[in-house]
């Protein structure tokens, strides 16, 4: 039971590290509602912020919400409260894909994310070339023993499964560039110099091409000719995960969306450096070829893991919720008129 008020420095801490997860292509696609009172926090589905045509059926807008339901525990966590998760609570009220109830621990409570606080600031996307250097098993374990935590698995192939995804994902990164409505989504959500910087990736976060042509960085531009860091070589052979859940309903791609974070953090901690390769996620036959021989249900995303230098940074635009409403980042900042940068992550 709560007893413990919900003031004003314990809601900006929880929305801060809420904003700080990752969303596909930095749409940030949540919003938040707070009754004080109870300390119930809601997050809902910003329909504003869809991709009808990488995400039409809005999976990884639910993995992106699912990994800010994530950063929202870890930081009750660590303001010492125990966070009990409800998903899709509502069935009459889609868009309400999870409330968080913050509650009192016990005196045997076991709060176990708060070791991961620290690393919701630190962590972010590295889209540079790793050095090949392999990252050792126990570290490999207790990343997907974080999948496993969150209910859903961590896969780590050999070098010809990993061939393989890779292959996959070159396909639909050809695709996604054959394909001019896709180019042009893609295209909106770069940002440039002296452009609305709350959302989206910036020009400068965006990765180098992989001269040997064997890792299929993601291409935001369309061919645009834009500035980019000139291509280099990636390691050879990259180490990669796939993280996929045993059924492919909503609520489990929010399972997925928090298992997402919770390696990624993990990672963080451990001194790895993480991207996410989502493009073959966006094809269904592509997405289905991803399961491979052992048929997993629902591959949600594959992690590109190893050492190496961190990548540019991407922001994020936060609001303050008004108590007992629903609020959030919203597309245009003069809609609320307190819309509130929590400064640069990725």
């Known amino acids: 039971m709560q007893t413990r008020k ?48 990488a995400d039409p059926r809005q999976r990884a807008q639910h993995l992106s919400v699912g990994a800010a339901v994530f950063n929202l525990r870890v930081a009750a966590e660590h303001l010492g409260w125990d966070p009990v998760v409800r998903l899709c609570p509502a069935p009459d009220d889609p868009d309400l894909l999870a409330t968080v109830r913050l509650t009192k621990p016990g005196a045997d409570a076991q709060l176990p994310l708060r070791e991961l606080y620290e690393e919701v600031e630190r962590r972010h996307t ?44 070159q396909a639909a990164e050809d695709r996604n560039a054959a394909d001019p ?59 990669v995960a796939l993280l996929w859940t045993s059924y492919d309903w909503r609520e489990d791609w929010l399972r997925a969306g928090q298992a997402l974070e919770r ?10 450096r993480t991207s996410v390769l989502h493009q073959a996620m966006e094809w269904p036959d592509l997405r289905a070829a991803m399961a491979g021989p052992k048929r997993r ?30 609020t959030g980042p919203e597309p245009e900042a003069a809609r609320m008129g307190t819309d509130k940068r929590t400064g640069p992550t990725g």
Not at 182 to 210: K, Q
Request: hydrophobic share 40%; glycine share 10%; aromatic share 4%.
């Open 297 to 326: 249900c629902g591959p949600q995303v594959l992690i590109r893991f190893g050492y190496g230098t961190g990548g540019g940074r991407t922001p994020r635009a936060c609001a303050d919720p008004v108590p007992g409403s629903v």
């Open 263 to 272: 390696v990624l953090l993990t990672a963080t901690r451990l001194g790895v």
């Open 181 to 239: 409505a896709r180019a042009d989504e893609e295209r909106t959500w770069i940002t440039v110099p002296g452009g609305d910087a709350s959302y989206g990736i910036p020009i400068t976060a965006l990765g180098p091409r992989d001269v040997s042509g064997r890792m299929p960085v993601r291409d935001f531009t369309g061919g645009l000719s834009v500035p980019r860091l000139p291509a280099l070589r990636f390691e050879r052979h990259a180490q």
């Open 6 to 53: 919900v003031d004003a420095a314990t809601v900006h801490a929880l929305l801060a590290a809420a904003v700080a997860a990752p969303s596909i292509h930095n749409t940030q696609p949540w919003r938040f509602g707070l009754d004080p009172d109870n300390g119930l926090i809601q997050v809902r589905l910003d329909r504003e912020r869809q991709l009808p045509k």
């Open 126 to 169: 590295s889209r540079m070339p790793f050095t090949g250097r392999p990252v050792p098993e126990p570290i490999v374990s207790e990343m997907t023993g974080s999948a496993r935590a969150e209910g859903a698995h961590l896969d780590v192939p050999d070098i010809m499964g990993t061939r393989r995804l890779l292959r996959l994902t």
